[in-house]
């Protein structure tokens, strides 16, 4: 694959954010580097997150990724709506 973006990261975890807002799921952005987004994903007391996703279109990375050591990947290029099911699916 090439080191070239091919989707921007920013406006798809804005569209994750709001897509997990939608079905009921608190998630917030964070700072990351160039060609990287990220986002919290909080439990139901919002104290602490139960997740965080990556979405990387840099370097060696073009994908989302979550879990326990990012073991959940979905191709960057993924559709939102794929993308919030498959997180949504393997939430504590």
């Known amino acids: 694959?090439?080191?070239e973006p091919t989707v921007d990261v920013e406006q798809a975890a804005e569209d994750l954010v709001a897509a997990l807002e939608?079905?009921?799921v608190h998630a917030t952005r964070f700072?990351?580097?160039?060609?990287t987004a990220g986002l919290n994903v909080?439990?139901?007391?919002?104290?602490y997150p139960v997740d965080t996703v990556t979405i990387s279109d840099s370097g060696r990375f073009h994908?989302?990724?979550w879990g326990p050591n990012y073991q959940h990947?979905?191709?960057v290029?993924?559709?939102?709506?794929?993308v919030l099911a498959a997180i949504i699916a393997?939430?504590?």
Request: glycine share 12%; net charge negative; charged share 20%.
């Open 63 to 65: 994908d989302y990724a």
């Open 77 to 82: 290029a993924t559709p939102t709506a794929e």
């Open 73 to 75: 990947t979905l191709p």
């Open 22 to 24: 939608k079905a009921g």
């Open 31 to 35: 700072t990351t580097g160039p060609g």
């Open 1 to 3: 694959m090439s080191n």
């Open 42 to 47: 909080w439990g139901e007391d919002a104290r």
């Open 90 to 92: 393997t939430l504590p």
